[in-house]
């Protein structure tokens, strides 16, 4: 089993940025996709971006542009850089790794 451990969520104003890093505890993480995806109060879980272990990119509409996802594979981690903050993108944040691991989720809150 592969542990998650994410870090760097809290509250900000609109317009300002966070960073969101997400640790995995086995090199398996290398091999394969990781992301982020969130889910906001009363909406399902969506995807927010994933990167392939070559480091191919894929975000949700409503982030690019604002959003950066990056991977360190020599240190099993995964990062959201997220700026220009909205309202609409509070939610809790989770990491994700490919086959069917997730992170406990960090909570992000942009007030306006």
């Known amino acids: 089993q592969v542990q998650l451990v994410e870090s760097g969520g809290g509250l900000v104003q609109a317009g300002g940025s966070l960073r969101l890093s997400c640790a995995a505890s086995?090199?398996?993480?290398?091999?394969?996709?990781t992301g982020w995806y969130r889910q906001a109060p009363g909406k399902q879980r969506e995807l927010v971006a994933l990167?392939?272990?070559?480091?191919?990119?894929t975000y949700a509409d409503s982030v690019k542009g604002r959003f950066t996802i990056s991977r360190d594979n020599a240190k099993n981690t995964v990062s959201l850089q997220m700026n220009s903050l909205k309202p609409e993108d509070t939610a809790v944040y989770y990491c994700?790794?490919?086959?069917?691991?997730w992170g406990q989720g960090t909570q992000v809150t942009v007030s306006s």
């Open positions: 990167i392939t272990s070559g480091g191919r990119t």
């Open positions: 994700y790794l490919g086959g069917s691991w």
């Open positions: 086995d090199s398996i993480f290398r091999f394969t996709v």
